[in-house]
Nanobody, 127 residues
Framework: EVQLVESGGGLVQAGGSLKLSCAAS????????IGWFRQAPGKEREGVSC????????YYKDSVKGRFTISRDNAKNTVYLQMDSLKPEDTAVYFC????????????????????WGQGTQVTVSS
């Protein structure tokens, strides 16, 4: 059984930083494309970042480029999302998902029928 468990969310002031973790079990992250998504109240879920299997490619949503960094620790089977210079508009529930069908530098794709999702972690950025 695949399980993804996010952690690291919290309340931070604008300009601050948080590091989210996505610990995977039942799935080897090095062999899969892994993504971070977020959903703000009243808005649709959107892709924030992803990292390809083998780490050859990473994707970032335009609004987070230069502020967020995705990485992974294969030994811990965990993917991270370092979020710096946070803005109030980054406030959302953040989810990790795997496997994605595609993670390239300019796009990603996943199937609702095959991707597993974590329970999410709340990120709140105050102004």
């Amino acid at each position: 059984e695949v399980q993804l468990v996010e952690s690291g969310g919290g309340l931070v002031q604008a300009g601050g930083s948080l590091k989210l973790s996505c610990a995977a079990s039942g799935l080897t992250i090095d062999n899969n494309n892994i993504g971070w998504f977020r959903q703000a109240p009243g808005k649709e879920r959107e892709g924030v970042s992803c990292i390809s299997s083998g780490g050859g490619s990473t994707y970032y949503k335009d609004s987070v480029k230069g502020r967020f960094t995705i990485s992974r620790d294969n030994a811990k089977n965990t993917v991270y999302l370092q979020m710096d210079s946070l803005k109030p508009e980054d406030t959302a529930v953040y989810f990790c998902a795997a496997p994605l069908l595609l993670c390239a530098s300019d796009t990603y794709y996943y199937s609702s029928s095959t991707a597993y999702w974590g329970q999410g972690t709340q990120v709140t950025v105050s102004s």
